[in-house]
């Protein structure tokens, strides 16, 4: 067993778990599985931001195409509530983020691009900062008024 990291990641994550079962903790790749375990807290912050980005870009098609709003919007609006719930439930630690200006930010902006090519409205219709707290984004059945 000695796949490198760089040739097969998953083929090394596989001789790592095997090594830590085995107690043979003077083989382990120590500074790759840091890496690795550093990487997984990246993927669910990038999780949560892509759902509530989504959910965020489909307020805004609600608030500024009352036109087409239809069930397909409700029910994205909804799975997406859901999942962010669900994920803020299995990672808790996530939770802060909600209340972190930076993060938010970055957010509303990946929305703000989701939604003006989802609807084809320049983006400087939007409003430059999110206009609802999250706590009304993610409350089941609120919507932004027009």
Same mark, same amino acid.
């Given at each position: 067993? &000695? ?7 998953? #083929?090394? #994550?596989?001789? @790592? ?10 083989? +382990? ?6 890496? $690795?375990? $550093? ?20 307020? +805004? ?20 509530? &859901? #999942?962010?719930?669900?994920?803020? /439930? @299995? ?6 983020? +909600?209340?972190?200006? $930076? ?10 691009? +989701?939604?003006?090519? $989802?609807?084809?409205?320049? #983006? ?16 089941? /059945? ?5």
């Amino acid at each position: 067993m &000695k796949t490198s990291y760089e040739a097969d990641v998953v #083929a090394w #994550a596989n001789e @790592q778990a095997a090594l830590l079962r085995a107690g043979r903790f003077d083989q +382990l790749d120590l500074a790759n599985i840091a890496e $690795e375990i $550093e990487d997984v807290g990246k993927s669910e912050k990038r999780e949560l931001a892509s759902r509530i980005a989504v959910l965020l870009a489909h307020l +805004l098609k609600w608030k500024y195409q009352p036109n087409l709003r239809s069930s397909s919007w409700q029910r994205t609006l909804k799975t997406q509530r &859901k #999942a962010v719930v669900i994920h803020l /439930g @299995q990672v808790p630690s996530l939770k802060p983020k +909600l209340n972190d200006s $930076e993060w938010l930010e970055v957010v509303w902006g990946d929305a703000v691009t +989701l939604a003006s090519k $989802e609807t084809g409205l320049d #983006a400087d219709t939007f409003p430059e900062n999110c206009p609802w707290s999250m706590a009304e984004a993610l409350s089941e /059945g609120w919507l932004p008024e027009v």
